[in-house]
């Protein structure tokens, strides 16, 4: 237990914690306080994704394979796709970046630009495909809609989950101090 308390020290401070340690050696106990108000699911997630602890990827994806399930026909690539939205939410592959077509400026020639909307930041979208490890041609197949849709659909549940998380965090951060 000792272990998962330090590792939770460590690598819940991409979560922005709050923490009463006097050392910066010494893992706080106040970061746990978060684990009370987070659901069996969120506790996965965070495990999953922050600690990359292997049983909580297990339960985690578990409960995605349940959650939301494809017609038998398309059931060969639940698990890949599956994967694949867990992996993208982990390594961060929906990042906000620059606006290429601009250079972050949000206009181009004088003009707002299309890509942007005129903010300079866009999301970078990751090939999916080669996430969920399918052909590209069989990933676009008008077939396998329901699969992309799937996929989406998943990754919006996994960034919905981060974002309470992180405002469950925000919360207990705020009553602390």
Known sequence: MQSVIELLSVKTSKLDTNSRSTSSDTPSLDKLGILSHLSQVQIY???AVY???RRSLLMLRAHLITKFKLPTELMAYQLKVVNGALYACSSNAYRI???????ASGNKDDVRCKRCGGTGKTSKRPKV???C???R??????????VREM???IVDYLQQMDIEIREIT???KLLTE
């Open 51 to 53: 600690i990359e602890e």
């Open 170 to 172: 925000n919360k207990n």
């Open 133 to 135: 490890n399918v052909d």
């Open 129 to 131: 495909h080669e996430i």
């Open 137 to 146: 041609n069989a990933w676009y197949t008008k077939n396998n809609a329901l």
């Open 97 to 103: 970046v620059d606006c290429y077509k601009c250079k």
């Open 45 to 47: 997630y965070l495990f």
């Open 151 to 153: 996929y989406e659909t």
